[in-house]
C-alpha cells in the first residue's frame, strides 16, 4: 500500500523559507515521478513542481527561481525548498505519484506566510 506523509509546513513571514518533505512507504520513488501541488482557499489545485525518475526537474513558472524539488533515494523522499515565500504561497501543499494508474496524495501540509 502506497503511503505519502509529508511535513515541513508552518508559519513564515514573506521573504522567509521552509523546506518541505515527502516520505514515501510502498513505493520506491526514485522509479516515479512525483509532484508537488497545493491548494490556496477557495482555489483549484495547482501543480508546482515535477521531478522525474531521471532526476529532471519543472516547475511552475510562479515557482521558477524560487522553489527547488529534489530526492534524497537512500531515504525514499523528496523535498520542496521554498525560497523568497510571497503570501500568495500560502496554502496546503500535497505531495502526489501515479502507480499503476492510480494517484497517490499525502494529507498535506499547511504552509502560511505573512506579509
Known amino acids: 500500500q502506497v503511503q505519502l506523509v509529508e511535513s515541513g509546513g508552518g508559519l513564515v513571514q514573506a521573504g522567509g523559507s521552509l523546506r518541505l518533505s515527502c516520505a514515501a512507504s510502498?513505493?520506491?520513488?526514485?522509479?516515479?515521478?512525483v509532484n508537488w501541488y497545493r491548494q490556496a482557499p477557495g482555489k483549484q489545485r495547482e501543480l508546482v513542481a515535477t521531478?522525474?525518475?531521471?532526476?529532471?526537474?519543472n516547475y511552475a513558472d510562479s515557482m521558477k527561481g524560487r522553489f527547488t524539488i529534489s530526492r534524497d533515494t537512500a531515504k525514499n523522499t523528496v523535498y520542496l525548498q521554498m525560497t523568497s515565500l510571497k503570501p500568495e504561497d500560502t496554502a496546503v501543499y500535497y505531495c502526489?505519484?501515479?502507480?499503476?494508474?492510480?494517484?497517490?496524495w499525502g494529507q498535506g501540509t499547511q504552509v502560511t506566510v505573512s506579509s
Open positions: 521531478i522525474t525518475s531521471g532526476d529532471s526537474t
Open positions: 510502498g513505493v520506491i520513488f526514485s522509479f516515479k515521478p
Open positions: 502526489n505519484v501515479i502507480v499503476r494508474g492510480l494517484n497517490y
